[in-house]
């Protein structure tokens, strides 16, 4: 049922021992987040022992992991096809100590992976949940590859900001769609149930705070229902939630949203109603190198590699080299919201590694001009003041002088992801305001706080991937561990 999943009907099964879902039906109403107490009724109503909210990289880690752990579940995605803000991503995934990186002869433990997060937060991630993702994560890939086909590659050629060895891995295509293509179809082979047009609108909990199912609409409008030991938060956060954006990253609210339309704070709002915390809301991933008007990704490797940001009147405004996520509120805050990429020959080559980028230039995002003139010309702004601008290399030593022809993207800042959310212990357990866990809702991904602080100048590059990734291995393994210990709903099933 990945992909183009039936209307209705049952999930498929490897083993099969799930009945088909033909769950309670009640009158349709819009997809809203509610809160339900009690326990959904009926002799239809199914149950299943975890339940996953989010069919994107971490409700996907998620279910594959239940499946090796032999854990039945199901993941309930709202789209036709999974593809969530993962699909659009560039797919670029950080860990350290996995076989990938140990062939390429690359030696740093998950202590080093988190050093960098660290010194990108100075100091203000999550520590004990920064070490428990910066550990699961080369265990995820190593099984994600090994168990389930996924062909991880080191990429190489450049670094990311704060990022001191290589350490992105990535599917030979470079795109998060292929990502999710390998999710899913390792998803169908394992025979795990996503079961697709199912926007979940309902939690239900009993009085001891225990989720007890979930309510979900079909395409149709009726509503149906399953009841679980457990459930795991894997949708994402509050990006395309335009006025969440507003009241909490005030700095963001006329930004362009990258990511999914999917990421309604959904997560939050029965986080809210349950009483339980929220963290790191001011922490997400900017990135100040979305192409207008084409609405691309610009792959930040240019810049690392010599490239420069230049505004309308033709001087750069930042050190690149700090960051993307950053540099999204240094171009918002340039006459007209807008900066140029200026680069040259060499680095357009580097840039055409980039499906993202290749895509941008097919749609006319690149623009070459033969001389400085004609550079100044496209920018509007005073050649003189440009040809300084370009010669002046006094911060960035190391940059190298650009030369003719020169190459120029007009660009602006945008919103990729959330960083912050529910506030989650080391194994994903959601917690109350007063600290302790709820006894059975797990959260992790973007619908969950991650480890970039509290601000955009946190956010280390794969810190989204990360979170979902190790994420979703992480409470898919303390799901399993409560569904074998039937603590979660006080008996086994
Ligand atoms: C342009 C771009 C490039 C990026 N590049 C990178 C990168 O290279 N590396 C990196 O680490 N990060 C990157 N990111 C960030 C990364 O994409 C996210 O952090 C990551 O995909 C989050 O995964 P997730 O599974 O938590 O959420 P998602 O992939 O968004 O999945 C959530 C799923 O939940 C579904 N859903 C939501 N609400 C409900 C509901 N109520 N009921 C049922 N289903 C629901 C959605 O439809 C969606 O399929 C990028 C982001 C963007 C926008």
Avoid at 181 to 196: F, I, K, P
Avoid at 374 to 400: K, M
């Amino acid at each position: 049922m990945t992909g183009a999943g039936p209307m209705s009907g049952a999930p498929r099964s490897a083993g099969a021992t799930v009945p088909p879902i033909d769950a309670h039906r009640s009158p349709s109403h819009a997809a809203v987040p509610s809160l339900r107490r009690g326990t959904p009724a009926g002799d239809d109503v199914l149950h299943l022992p975890v339940v996953i909210v989010g069919a994107g990289a971490c409700g996907l880690t998620a279910a594959l992991t239940l499946s090796d752990e032999h854990v039945d579940c199901v993941a309930l995605e709202r789209d036709v096809v999974p593809s969530g803000s993962t699909a659009l991503s560039s797919g670029f995934v950080p860990a350290a100590g996995t076989r990938v990186q140990v062939a390429a002869g690359i030696v740093e433990s998950p202590a080093d992976f988190a050093a960098d997060i660290r010194d990108k937060t100075h100091g203000t991630a999550n520590e004990p949940l920064l070490q428990a993702y910066t550990e699961a994560i080369a265990p995820a890939l190593d099984l994600l590859q090994a168990r389930h086909g996924l062909t991880f590659e080191l990429l190489d050629g450049f670094l990311y900001p704060g990022h001191r060895v290589r350490r992105m891995h990535a599917l030979p295509e470079r795109t998060g769609s292929a990502l999710m293509g390998a999710l899913q179809r390792a998803a169908d082979a394992a025979g795990t149930y996503v079961l697709t047009q199912s926007h979940v609108c309902e939690l239900w909990c009993d009085e001891d705070e225990r989720i007890t199912g979930v309510g979900y609409v079909r395409p149709d409008g009726t509503i149906e229902r399953l009841r679980c030991d457990a459930l795991i938060l894997a949708c994402n956060g509050f990006g395309g939630n335009a006025a969440m954006v507003r009241e909490l990253l005030p700095e963001m609210k006329d930004a362009a949203f990258g990511g999914h339309a999917g990421n309604d704070g959904s997560a939050i709002a029965w986080g809210q109603a349950l009483g339980a915390r929220l963290a790191d809301m001011g922490g997400y991933q900017g990135h100040g190198s979305w192409a207008v008007p084409q609405g691309a990704l610009i792959s930040w490797a240019i810049m690392m590699a010599g490239g420069i940001q230049i505004n309308a009147r033709g001087v750069r405004f930042h050190d690149e080299t700090q960051g993307y996520s950053e540099a999204a509120v240094h171009v918002l805050q340039q006459p007209g919201a807008l900066a140029w990429n200026v680069f040259d020959t060499p680095l357009l080559a580097l840039g055409r590694e980039f499906p993202d980028f290749c895509d941008a230039e097919r749609a006319g995002a690149v623009r070459e001009c033969a001389t400085l003139e004609a550079l100044a010309a496209l920018i509007g702004c005073d050649v003189s003041v440009l040809e300084a601008t370009i010669a002046d290399r006094s911060d960035r030593s190391d940059r190298r002088a650009l030369t003719a022809p020169f190459y120029a993207i007009k660009v602006t800042g945008a919103l990729f992801h959330t960083q912050g959310g529910l506030d989650i212990d080391p194994d994903c357990r959601v917690l109350r305001t007063d600290g302790t866990p709820f006894p059975n809702l797990l959260a992790a991904g973007g619908a969950a706080r991650g480890v970039s602080g509290n601000a955009v100048w946190g956010y280390l590059s794969g810190n989204g991937l990360l979170s979902a990734i190790a994420g979703g291995f992480i409470a898919a393994r303390t799901a399993a561990a409560l569904v074998a210990q039937g603590t979660s709903t006080g008996e086994t099933r």
